[in-house]
């Protein structure tokens, strides 16, 4: 079993910025990638940023382009989460997750494909 604990969510204007972190503890050895996803009332879950174990490689959605880094601290296995530009659209519960997969859809993430996650933690933007 992973445990995932995340914090860092939060209230902020519309171009605002915040930094989440997810820190990962029991038996992490076997996972090979993590990241995140977000859940707006109302909406399907969608995947924003996953890492892989050696740091090497990051995917992120559209949206999260060019305005939101992922990027992890192995030594203390935390993930982190770089949200810049928020905009009001990016109101939702940001969760942690972490997969253990061989392989891994290749065009988007897909969250069905990661089959650990944490509490979440809410991040509300407002305009």
């Known amino acids: 079993q992973v445990q995932l604990v995340e914090s860092g969510g939060g209230s902020v204007q519309a171009g605002g910025s915040l930094r989440l972190s997810c820190v990962a503890s029991?038996?992490?050895?076997?996972?090979?990638?993590m990241g995140w996803f977000r859940q707006a009332p109302g909406k399907e879950r969608e995947g924003v940023a996953v890492?892989?174990?050696?740091?090497?490689?990051?995917y992120y959605a559209d949206f999260a382009k060019g305005r939101f880094t992922i990027s992890q601290d192995k030594a203390k296995n935390t993930v982190y989460l770089q949200m810049n530009s928020l905009k009001p659209e990016d109101t939702a519960m940001y969760y942690c997750?972490?997969?253990?997969?061989?392989?891994?859809?290749?065009?988007?993430?897909?969250?069905?494909?990661?089959?650990?996650w944490g509490q979440g933690t809410q991040v509300t933007v407002s305009s």
């Open positions: 997750m972490t997969g253990d997969r061989a392989y891994y859809s290749a065009a988007t993430i897909v969250v069905d494909e990661y089959n650990g």
């Open positions: 890492i892989n174990s050696s740091g090497l490689n990051t």
């Open positions: 029991g038996h992490t050895y076997r996972r090979n990638r």
